[in-house]
């Protein structure tokens, strides 16, 4: 993978973290954990408690998501980006295009989904 490759996968990473930044803020999530407001109004407390749970669990995918982000531009800048983390094997840029985050080339992303 060439300097221009990655500086165009940096540059993505670099949108998609402002992007998540915003997503999350406006979930209130802050330094000092998640704040989520349901709609106190609610008759049925059944349903804010499913309400919160769903927030809650969106909240936990951003910060993952978030912190895929993190570590991929961390690897960028210590010079260990596009290798797989488990055998490090050159991870195709294919799959970087299309999934920047990845840390396991194809092989090895699929021996450990199993």
């Known amino acids: 993978m060439d ?12 949108e998609e973290l ?3 930044d915003r997503q999350l803020a406006e979930h209130g999530v ?9 709609d ?4 049925d407390s059944a349903q804010a408690t499913a309400e919160r749970s769903e927030q ?26 596009g290798k797989c983390e488990r055998c490090g094997e050159d991870i195709p ?7 920047p985050t990845a840390a396991l080339c194809v092989s090895c992303a699929q021996a450990a989904a199993s």
């Open 3 to 14: 300097q221009a490759q990655i500086d165009e996968l940096k540059a993505r990473l670099d």
């Open 18 to 20: 402002q992007s998540l």
């Open 30 to 38: 802050a330094a000092e954990g998640v704040e989520v407001d349901v």
């Open 40 to 43: 106190e109004g609610f008759a």
């Open 56 to 81: 809650l669990a969106l909240v936990e995918q951003l910060q993952e998501h978030h912190r895929a982000v993190l570590h991929a531009l961390a690897k960028i800048a210590d010079g260990t980006y």
């Open 93 to 99: 840029f294919e799959r970087l295009e299309a999934r």
